[in-house]
């Protein structure tokens, strides 16, 4: 059974701090991955999405991704209160159909 | 652009009663379709997958159902409702394209079974 793993949390950064968030997967052959944020009450929206091994940056968003460690981050720089959320992990393994199996999430606080 | 729509918001069902719950999604032809259930504190669990009109997958086997009577249109159904089956439901859509599969979700609903 593929399993994707995070800390579910909360992770409490003061406001302008570097917020880590960190999602371990099971299958090896994983190939894409994805990480989502969920306000409370709200859907899922898309906030990186990274397919190689290596960062990949987007505004303050940076997606690290390690295959021989089988993990992948999210970093937020600056953080601010409105980061405050849950955080999905989502990744996509080999072969099928690939549809993501996605992690519990990891709530996130961010305080003034 | 596309969009994605996903209604009632919220629903407050009796246990043993019908549910219809309907996603469509607009600006883009033979999407892959979702439906996803999050129940509290939960992780999402899909529960079924469409890659075309009357072609569904099962995921979990429940008291649910799916369809797809269009291209752009998913319904969810159930027969008789359990407490079980409350929870956040989630609709979502994706282009196929391999690896590069991403999903794009609905606003939700809110279904609480009493």
């Known amino acids: 059974q593929k399993e994707v793993e995070q800390n579910s949390g909360p992770l409490s950064v003061p406001e302008g701090a570097i917020a880590s968030l960190n999602c371990t997967y099971s299958?090896?052959?994983?190939?894409?991955f994805f990480w989502y944020r969920q306000y409370s009450g709200k859907s899922p929206e898309l906030i990186m999405s990274i397919y190689s091994n290596g960062d990949k940056e987007d505004g303050r968003f940076t997606a690290q991704l390690n295959k021989a460690s089988q993990y992948v981050s999210l970093l937020i720089r600056d953080s601010q209160p409105s980061d405050s959320a849950t955080y999905l992990c989502?990744?996509?393994?080999?072969?099928?159909?690939?549809?993501?199996?996605f992690g519990r999430g990891t709530s996130l606080i961010v305080h003034p | 652009s596309q969009t994605i729509h996903q209604w009632p918001a919220t629903l407050v069902q009796p246990v043993g009663s019908p549910l219809s719950l309907e996603c469509t999604v607009e600006?883009?032809?033979?999407?892959?379709l979702y439906w996803y259930r999050q129940a509290a504190g939960r992780g999402l669990q899909l529960l079924f997958y469409?890659?075309?009109?009357?072609?569904i997958s099962s995921e979990v086997p429940q008291n649910l159902s799916a369809s797809r009577p269009q291209d752009r249109q998913f319904i969810l159904s159930s027969k008789k409702l359990l407490l079980s089956d409350s929870g956040f439901y989630l609709c979502?859509?994706?282009?196929?394209?391999?690896?590069?599969?991403?999903?794009?979700f609905g606003a939700g609903t809110r279904l609480s079974v009493l």
């Open positions: 600006g883009t032809s033979n999407p892959n």
């Open positions: 299958d090896r052959g994983s190939q894409s």
């Open positions: 979502a859509w994706s282009i196929p394209s391999g690896r590069w599969n991403i999903q794009y």
């Open positions: 469409s890659v075309g009109i009357g072609q």
């Open positions: 989502a990744v996509t393994a080999s072969g099928g159909s690939y549809i993501p199996t």
